[in-house]
């Protein structure tokens, strides 16, 4: 397996995008839409893939969110290649990249629906901080930080 480093523009990165949506519109259900309009895509620079063979298992990007800060997004691993640790492969490398681009911190946002989501952060140095920005008095939301 390997770690890819893209942008948004790949026709991977794309399409497990939709899987990624389709799980989320499920779990999120009435709120879906609220979500969904800060999680766009069209312009994001950083992007990571994991590959297998050229099939891609899952992917993940970071966005600018501030001066010193990069803000995880889009995180998703395919459901046959789950619990192998490809998730936090790619969160590591992401980690990396913000921090050869002169970043000193991750933050992201996740749903109480997603205790897998939940459960990566935490196991991989990731700290709950009050909500922020367009997330602040969502109750179903959860936000994280770390220091890289």
Same mark, same amino acid.
């Given at each position: 397996?390997?770690?890819?480093?893209?942008?948004?523009?790949?026709?991977?990165?794309?399409?497990?995008?939709?899987?990624?949506?389709?799980?989320?519109?499920?779990?999120?259900?009435?709120?879906? /839409?609220?979500?969904? +309009?800060?999680? @766009?895509?069209?312009?994001? &620079?950083?992007?990571? %893939?994991?590959?297998?063979?050229?099939? =891609?298992?899952?992917?993940?990007?970071?966005?600018?969110?501030?001066?010193?800060?990069?803000?995880?997004?889009?995180?998703?691993?395919?459901?046959?290649?789950?619990?192998?640790?490809?998730?936090?492969?790619?969160? /590591?490398?992401?980690? +990396?990249?913000? @921090?050869?681009?002169?970043? &000193?911190?991750?933050? %992201?946002?996740?749903?109480?629906?997603? =205790?897998?989501?939940?459960?990566?952060?935490?196991?991989?140095?990731?700290?709950?901080?009050?909500?922020?920005?367009?997330?602040?008095?969502?109750?179903?939301?959860?936000?994280?930080?770390?220091?890289?």
């Amino acid at each position: 397996m390997k770690i890819l480093r893209t942008n948004s523009k790949n026709p991977d990165f794309i399409e497990l995008v939709k899987l990624l949506d389709k799980d989320l519109a499920i779990r999120d259900g009435e709120d879906h /839409a609220f979500y969904a +309009q800060f999680n @766009k895509v069209d312009s994001i &620079k950083y992007v990571v %893939l994991a590959l297998e063979n050229q099939k =891609p298992l899952g992917c993940g990007a970071i966005k600018e969110f501030s001066q010193d800060t990069m803000g995880i997004k889009r995180m998703y691993t395919s459901e046959e290649s789950r619990g192998k640790g490809i998730a936090s492969m790619m969160l /590591a490398e992401l980690e +990396q990249w913000a @921090k050869e681009l002169g970043f &000193k911190q991750c933050i %992201l946002e996740t749903g109480i629906k997603q =205790p897998e989501a939940i459960a990566l952060y935490a196991k991989n140095g990731y700290h709950s901080i009050p909500n922020y920005g367009q997330y602040s008095g969502v109750e179903d939301s959860r936000c994280f930080k770390k220091i890289i």
